[in-house]
Nanobody, 121 residues
């Protein structure tokens, strides 16, 4: 199995910055895409940003120009640098990876437990 551990959440004032990290560990044969999702109270979970194994990135329109996703493949770690934070960015942020635990198996989605980001106005 693959375990994901997120860190870096917290409370910040509007306009501030936070950097989230997510490290994957366990039985990992290969990791494809890694990404960040968020879920605000009363809302559905939504994609924030994703980065492929090749380094291609995709962002939600609401965070373009403010958030940057990156990864360190050697460490199986993905980062989310969040700048110019707004109160509407307040949510639980979840890391997700698409990975294989063995060369014979299919790829599966693995999720972290989430980290709270709160932006005060």
């Amino acid at each position: 199995q693959v375990q994901l551990v997120e860190s870096g959440g917290g409370l910040v004032q509007a306009g501030g910055s936070l950097r989230l990290s997510c490290a994957a560990s366990g039985t990992i044969f290969s990791i494809n895409a890694m990404g960040w999702y968020r879920q605000a109270p009363g809302k559905q979970r939504e994609l924030v940003a994703v980065i492929t194994r090749g380094g291609s990135t995709n962002y939600a329109d609401s965070v373009k120009g403010r958030f940057t996703i990156s990864r360190d493949s050697a460490k199986n770690t993905v980062y989310l640098q969040m700048n110019s934070l707004k109160p509407e960015d307040t949510a639980v942020y979840y890391c997700k990876t698409v990975a294989k635990t063995d060369w014979r198996t299919a790829e599966y989605d693995y999720w972290g437990q989430g980290t709270q980001v709160t932006v005060s106005s």
